[in-house]
């Protein structure tokens, strides 16, 4: 009898022990799992407002665009106008040209500067370079706009850069044909 | 906490996607674009230009500046492909000792792996920036015919990143993951169909018991969305020639704009019919500015590309044949890559395969969301997450007119619990019914009743006054309990409904779909409850007005009123909405009357005395909508 007492009982203990031991491991488990989740959770929470801000701001970035390609074409007629059209009909367009860029002005757009500046990928896109004195890089002409939505990159200005005094013209104009044609992006 | 972002290293475009909450989220770049292209330029101060501002200056430095990279990923400078894309790459590919393709820029030599880690970087720079922490590890894709080469070029690139690549997966086995394929739970055959910007693949995949198999692929390297492009641009200069004598493509920036709207237009045609494509002033001559104004219809362009379409057709009969299945074998056919955003591609898939393509997920990010659900299954994320339940129907309960009042909207994720506040409907209501319904549709009649119970005690009150609030418990398993509570009594009734008195999917199904038939007919219907018991609302604050300030209100007043009043209450029973919205304008107006005289003769008054209807708490109107009248048994 007592030895089969003393046999049973440390069974058993160790039994519960493990048992203890089993559901610790899993409530803590559980406790881990739930404590990632809620931060998870939390932090959704954040990610959403911040991406409804910017859903927001930035939600009308295509209808933002097709309104520059208005402009763009405003911008053409006016600098199409021959020099004998009446004045007041050429500066009544300015107006409306000026009044349709106020509106986008105050909705958060703005124009970025280019003309003489120094190329800078983040805001401009090469269409194309000529030899000139003005240092390499050098935008010598703007042939379409850029802008900016709340300082973010909306378009960017399409610009000719200078390609410096002295370059192998033929070559380069090689190289441009070949990347245009393979161009896929 | 550590994430696994998946990563659709692509030939022209690349994305990044990871699981949220279980869910797969594909995560914009800084520039707020899904997809960044696979472009890397190097530039003579020495920096380095990753994405949308590499491409930005390719045409000024074209030697520095290299894309399509993946063509040489673990290729010898040898081989056909390698000689292939040397005659069209403006940058230099030179031959490394151990053979393999290498690109030099300036007096460097660059491992297309080196390139490639300079584009994972960027990807991993958007998930950081966008969780706000750093992300290491991650699954990156590739196309099925990569060799052990290619895979582990692409894995030492990651690696160069500062990734540790979790797996290197197939980009049709990511599509097939994104589409939710592995959980049916038999065995498919599985065609995925991926025409992107630049190159054409088509694969045939086995799944069954988890395991996914490659049976086959073939393609076409130098086919995608910029031949198409090619075709509209070639279309547009050669009728505006004819109409113009003008040949625009040496025209720099009217080329350019002739490409953008190639491609507007293209992708504007996959929802349309037809496109207007007005260029004003796109060039000019001796004679003044000439204008590009052309109508495009789907079929004009579909003309123009018919032979780029079924050039596909060679490539997916012999991957057909090498997989050796037939037509008939293939279970589900998936679309990769924007182009499969073209009908008619989708029709030539169709004719193929002999079966509806599987749409839904955004061809352009299908890889990168696979590839970020294998990487939540390695992190024991998918299998873990906590199989939570949603709620298939609305539930909520009976209101004034027989509106069914939602409480909780369909779709919800459970647990939940939600609460509103209602009120009475009539002057000293003692109780109020609680009618539990389940559905869609906008009146209690046509949907399913669950249960009702009454509260009763209410002490004695103008109608509006008491406030009852309404709550819906649906805990873990599903049981729903509703409970009703006057918050002036505290006094306390509620129903538990177990989930067997719910209702079984062929049901819910049929609910789902006779609410969409019916919402218009529901909302007309609804629009002219509301209306009345607007009207009805208004002819007994009125009344009630009346008689609190009998001795302020003129005789002849009064009676204009009371005409007012009687003229409405024979139109509160109408069906049309017109009659009863003008009913309620002209009670308004003798109303209006009534109070000028009123604030004349007595000035402001006691806040709130005048505007019976609502309680006089701070709840918000919108809460307040009067519980369904009748009387407790």
Same mark, same amino acid.
């Given at each position: ?6 046999? %049973?009982?440390?069974?058993? %203990? ?13 409530? *803590?488990?559980?406790?881990? @799992?739930?404590?990632?989740?809620? %931060? ?92 000139? @004195? ?9 042939? %379409? ?16 850069? *200078? *390609? ?6 033929? @070559? ?5 044909? *070949? ?7 | ?6 990563? =659709? &290293? ?118 950081? =920036? ?48 994104? +589409? ?116 495009? !219809? ?36 998936? &679309? ?14 169709? #004719? ?25 299954? &390695? ?28 409480? /909780? =909207? ?22 109020? !019914? /609680? ?29 509006? /006054? ?12 599903? &049981? ?8 002036? #009594? ?17 049901? /819910? ?30 002819? +007994?604050?009125?009344?009630? #007005? ?9 005789? =002849? ?17 109408? $069906? ?22 009123? +604030?004349?003769?007595?000035?402001? $008054? ?28």
């Amino acid at each position: 009898m007592q030895p089969a007492k003393q046999q %049973s009982e440390p069974i058993q %203990s160790t039994d519960l022990e493990t048992q203890v031991k089993t559901l610790e491991d899993q409530l *803590s488990e559980t406790k881990n @799992e739930y404590l990632y989740l809620y %931060s998870d959770f939390e932090n959704f929470k954040k990610r959403v407002i911040r991406e409804r801000t910017e859903l927001i701001r930035f939600g009308w970035e295509p209808l933002a665009q097709d309104f520059l390609l208005i402009i763009d074409n405003m911008e053409r007629a006016l600098a199409h106008m021959p020099p004998d059209t009446d004045k007041t009909l050429v500066d009544g367009l300015q107006m409306i040209l000026n009044q349709f860029k106020a509106v986008l002005d105050k909705q958060g757009i703005r124009h970025i500067d280019a003309l003489e500046k120094q190329f800078n990928p983040e805001f401009h896109e090469v269409i194309g370079h000529e030899p000139s @004195e003005k240092t390499k890089g050098t935008i010598l002409k703007e042939e %379409s706009r850029g802008y900016t939505l709340h300082g973010r990159l909306l378009r960017p200005a399409r610009v000719i850069v *200078s *390609s410096g005094l002295k370059t192998e013209d033929h @070559e380069i104009q090689k190289q441009e044909e *070949s990347y245009g044609k393979n161009n896929r992006h | 906490m550590a994430r696994t972002i998946g990563i =659709d &290293l692509g030939t022209t475009n690349s994305c990044v996607a990871t699981l949220e909450g279980g869910e797969p989220k594909v995560i914009p770049n800084a520039e707020g674009s899904n997809t960044t292209p696979s472009v890397v330029a190097f530039t003579e101060k020495g920096e380095k230009l990753v994405g949308q501002s590499a491409k930005r200056q390719a045409i000024s430095n074209p030697e520095r500046t290299v894309y399509e990279v993946k063509r040489l990923m673990g290729r010898k400078f040898q081989s056909k492909e390698v000689q292939e894309f040397i005659k069209v790459a403006p940058f230099k590919i030179v031959e490394a000792k151990n053979g393999d393709a290498w690109i030099k820029i300036g007096d460097r030599e660059y491992s297309p792996p080196e390139i490639s880690a300079l584009i994972l970087q960027k990807m991993k720079k958007t998930a950081d =920036d966008y969780f706000g922490e750093s992300i290491n590890e991650a699954v990156v894709t590739v196309p099925a015919y990569f060799n052990d080469a290619q895979r582990q070029a692409t894995k030492d690139a990651g690696r160069i990143a500062g990734l540790d690549v979790k797996r290197i997966i197939n980009e049709p086995t990511a599509a097939a993951l994104a +589409y939710g394929l592995d959980k049916k739970g038999k065995e498919l055959t599985v065609a995925v169909f991926d025409l992107g910007g630049g190159t054409f693949d088509i694969s045939i995949l086995e799944l069954g018991r988890g395991v996914f198999e490659v049976k086959a692929t073939n393609g076409d390297t130098f086919l995608g969305g910029g031949n198409f492009d090619q075709r509209i641009i070639d279309w547009l200069s050669d009728e505006f020639r004819k109409e113009t004598g003008i040949d625009v493509r040496k025209d720099r920036m009217a080329l350019q704009r002739l490409k953008d709207a190639a491609e507007k237009a293209k992708i504007e045609l996959s929802s349309t019919l037809e496109t207007d494509i007005n260029l004003p002033f796109l060039t000019a001559d001796q004679t003044g500015p000439k204008h590009l104004n052309m109508k495009l !219809t789907r079929s004009k362009m579909e003309s123009l590309v018919g032979d780029l379409i079924d050039r596909v057709a060679g490539p997916c009969e012999t991957c057909l044949k090498d997989a050796k299945k037939q037509k008939k074998d293939i279970d589900e056919v998936i &679309l990769v890559g924007g182009m499969t955003r073209m009908p008619k591609v989708q029709e030539k898939v169709r #004719t193929i395969f002999g079966k509806e393509p599987q749409k839904g997920v955004n061809p352009d990010e299908v890889v990168a969301v696979g590839a970020a659900i294998q990487g939540g299954v &390695l992190r024991g994320e998918v299998k873990d997450v906590l199989l939570l339940d949603v709620t298939p129907l609305s539930l909520g309960i009976e209101t004034l007119g027989g509106v069914f009042t939602k409480l /909780i =909207d369909k779709n919800t994720t459970i647990p939940v619990k939600k609460s509103q506040v209602f009120s009475t409907a009539q002057d000293n209501q003692g109780a109020v !019914t /609680i009618h539990v319904l389940q559905g869609e549709r906008d009146f209690a009649e046509y949907n399913k009743s669950l249960g009702r119970f009454d509260l009763v005690g209410i002490p004695p009150a103008p109608r509006g /006054i008491p406030q009852i609030e309404v709550s819906f418990d649906i805990d873990a398993n599903g &049981l729903v309990h509703v409970s009703a509570k006057d918050l002036g #009594t505290g006094k306390e009734q509620s129903i538990q409904i177990t989930p067997s008195s719910g209702l079984n999917e062929t049901e /819910i199904q049929r609910m789902q779909r006779e609410a969409e038939a019916h919402r218009a007919e529901d909302e007309r219907r609804k629009e002219v409850v509301t209306a009345r018991n607007q009207l009805d609302g208004l002819i +007994y604050t009125i009344e009630k #007005t009346v008689k609190d300030n009998a001795n302020k209100v003129s005789a =002849d007043t009064r009676r204009l009123v009371d005409d007012a009043v009687a003229e409405a209450r024979k139109h509160l029973e109408s $069906q049309d909405l017109d009659e009863l919205k003008k009913a309620t304008e002209q009670l308004t107006q003798a109303s209006n009357k009534m109070a000028e005289e009123l +604030y004349k003769t007595s000035g402001p $008054q006691q806040p709130g005395a005048g505007k019976p209807g609502e309680p006089g708490k701070e709840k918000r109107d919108e809460d307040i909508i009067d519980a369904e009248y009748k009387k407790a048994g």
